[in-house]
């Protein structure tokens, strides 16, 4: 491995100070994606700043009843969390999907939303990569690509997304809260990961030096509701190759609420609030479903290796929707 | 650590690892692994994949388990580390003796981790079902495919360990 510094702060002020002042200083959260790309040679940290002595470990009921996770809450503490499978069960089966045991008492919070695509190319540091090395070029493309992305992709960059909590993350509407050089902020879900575009280098709207302190989950109940389908070539263990959160509330048998965003098929988590607009007032039903999932997909693009992702998810979607209405972890 | 470039240099950390206290310099790019095994001669953890896929390096790190080979061990001051050479005491772990006896294994490679890994699932007490238990053991590879009779192990262990508190 590259040879590296390495801090542990206390304070949640000290490790933004280093990170801003400390040229190629990088934050370490718990290791899984960031320890792995460093030993490829792929991240080439100067110091990490490990944040895991900051106070930011706790979940907390809010006033208003939402809840709000610290970063760096082990995705198993998240998944196992009483009132996360209580009011947020669907958060909890979308974490429980994704990686092993292990890793997810390893992973936190906020390096769930950082963690790296992992498009083969960009792990290869022999072959050219935009998201890697800007302006080199997109081997996927050309590529064996049967896990890239067909939806909002751009000539630059067809890497997926890999994280299975984010798309639940999504279809949640968290909030993700960030400390920087220039105070807190709060970014919407949607907002916090982006189309690769002209700059693919950039997985998310957080800015230089800025760290994730904690996702906020709105006070919705749609635990009654929900599904959380992934499809993958191994039952277990590994990544989606398309993934659907789905999350409904119906009154006197109608749609009145829909949510519904898609894993592994884009740069992003990718929710479609025009699907979930055409799901409101509608009869739960299998042609609804699937003129909903038909819509979802009007702009997909697929490449020599994935064009079979678009009916797969185009069916996922329906299942997903199906298994929401009794809510079946696997429908 | 109030040096303005923070240079690459060891550090001294505190591991307990099997009940023995370590007072250890640790360079920081050394992985929980490499010290165990490089360093404190505890080669009963093994170097599988080295990328966190094959589970062959689990412990249990203050009692969960952890792929070691994706931990810098610099980021566990303080911590209490099981590996497989602290499983045991006099007598064999009755989970190990459920390998044993339902033949867990072939080549052997990868048991360390699947015992670590299997200590961890029933102390998480999630596990209940036969598919709970291979869904909840999958961070853990055998390629020589001892999956059934690792199911068995486990499965007789849960029935004679008494549940921690």
Redesign the interface.
Known sequence: ????????PETVATALE?VR??PG?QF?GG??NL??L??ENIARP???V?V?RLPLDQVVRLPGGGLRIGARVSN?AVA?HPEVGRDYPLLAKAILAG?????R??ATTGGNLLQRTRCYYFYDPAVPCNKRVPGTGCPAKEGFNRIHAILGTSEHCIAVHPSDMCVALAALKATVHVEGPDGPRSIPFAEFHRLPGDTPEQDSSLRPAELITAVELPAEDFSAHHAYLKVRDRD??AFALVSVAAALKLTAGRITQARLALGGVAHKPWRDETAEALLLGQLPTDAVFKFVAAHVLLTAQGFQNNHFKIELARRAIVRALRGALTSEAQP | MNSPSFPAIAIDLQLTINGVVHQLTVEPWTTLLDLLRDRLALTGTKKGCDQGQCGACTVLVDGHRMNSCLILAVSKDGAEITTIEGVGGESLHPLQRAFVECDALQCGYCTPGQICSALGLMKEGHARTDDEIRELMSGNLCRCGAYPNILTAIKQAMATVEKPA
Do not use: H, W
């Open positions: 491995m590259n040879r590296f510094g390495y801090t542990r280093q002042e400390i200083a370490l290791g899984t320890v792995d460093i030993k100067n110091v990490l490990d895991g198993a196992y990686a092993s045991p292990q890793l008492n390893m277990s263990y």
